[in-house]
């Protein structure tokens, strides 16, 4: 995903954390057929690719606002709108997951040089406590952030667009390098057996302790905002005419399908069932957002439909309970807009 203020569930067996951390894996091979649900308890990979600046614990819709540069989480009335603030951070806090009863987040703290740090932290669902838990290394920019069971995986990227996704336990603090790549990790999704992922201008995958290390797909300039659905991926391209273009890949590699083309310029990209939502940008000559369409393009007829439309700055992408939710900014602030999604 290409970051704006970034700059700066499937229910996973126990087996899984334990597979991640203690032992090899399985050569791949061809996934099971199922749905994607873009509301999962905690948060879903397409969600966390695109910020996770929203997400549902079965039951409630939290989302992130800010004021004066404090991020908090709210817990949101049944029209998406900001009802009541749960927890806050000095700062901005990103890749909101639930799990039990914890909020799981990413905090980015300033100090008096203005220079960021980032961490992960936790705090259960009424707010009443919040925690350290660990910090990210100096330098680095984390662009993905999942919790399954007892164990945080993240991406970070360093100054040099090195990158590496981590597996750290909860319970015994170890940390472990699953995988290293030599540009950005653009995009994560985890399953029962694999981590598929964008790496500058390829999808590649690879076992879950990291080993079997593959290029399923290498495209010529950018891609990324990666979803796993079923056994296709989908994701961005950027053409040669650098234009950008939805593109469907099977995860036994080959040649992805264009099922869109000639798009100006898509900042995210998202699911729910069987529609794809992504938005579509126009800039002025200095590079000032003109407007942001959001769209949602039918995997049976690919056809689009427009969802809503907005001129003002924005992050984040989330599709939570039939709702498309992105957080608006005004100097700094964020709010929380949602456009419901046709049933």
């Known amino acids: 995903m290409r970051k704006n203020r970034l700059l700066i569930t499937v229910t996973y067996l126990f087996c899984f954390t334990l597979l991640f951390l203690f032992c090899g894996c399985a050569s791949h091979g061809n996934a099971a057929e199922k749905e994607t649900t873009a509301s999962p308890e905690g948060n879903s990979d397409a969600n966390l690719n695109n910020l996770g600046l929203a997400a549902t614990d079965g039951e409630t819709l939290y989302d ?12 949101a009335a049944t029209n998406g709108a900001a009802a ?24 980015i703290t300033y100090d008096g040089d203005s220079t960021s740090s980032e961490a992960i ?20 920019s984390v662009s993905y952030m ?14 040099e667009d090195a990158a590496a996704l981590y597996a750290v336990n909860l319970d015994s603090g170890k940390k472990i390098t699953l995988l290293s790549a030599e540009k950005a990790i653009e995009s994560v999704d985890l399953t029962a057996d694999s981590i598929y992922y964008a790496e500058g201008n390829q999808i590649c995958r690879a076992n879950l302790d990291g080993s079997a290390k593959e290029a399923l797909y290498t495209g010529e300039i950018w891609l990324g905002n ?3 659905d079923g056994d296709t991926l989908y994701f961005v391209e950027t053409q040669k005419d650098k234009t950008d273009s939805i593109r469907a890949l099977s995860i036994a590699g ?27 940008h126009t800039y002025d000559g200095e590079g000032n957002l003109k407007t942001a369409a959001f ?20 992050v984040g992408f989330s ?22 999604l046709a049933e």
């Open 226 to 228: 990666l979803i796993l």
């Open 64 to 75: 992130i606002s800010s004021d004066g540069g404090y991020d908090i989480i709210y817990k």
């Open 146 to 159: 999942r919790v399954v069971d007892d164990t945080v995986f993240y991406a970070a990227t360093t100054a």
């Open 295 to 314: 769209y949602g393009l039918s995997l049976d007829s690919e056809e689009t439909t427009l969802v809503g439309e907005t001129d003002a700055s924005y």
């Open 254 to 280: 080959g040649e992805p399908k264009t099922l869109l083309s000639g798009i100006n310029w898509i900042n995210y990209l998202n699911i729910d069932g069987k529609t794809l939502y992504y938005a579509d």
């Open 319 to 340: 599709i939570v309970d039939n709702k498309l939710i992105y957080q608006e900014e005004n100097d700094g602030d964020l709010s929380a807009k949602v456009l419901p």
């Open 121 to 140: 932290f936790r705090a259960d669902l009424k707010g009443e406590e919040r925690e350290w838990l660990f910090d990210i290394d100096k330098a680095s």
């Open 84 to 107: 009541k603030a749960i927890v806050g951070l000095d700062g901005y806090i990103q890749f909101l997951n639930i799990s039990g009863d914890y909020f799981y987040f990413v905090g």
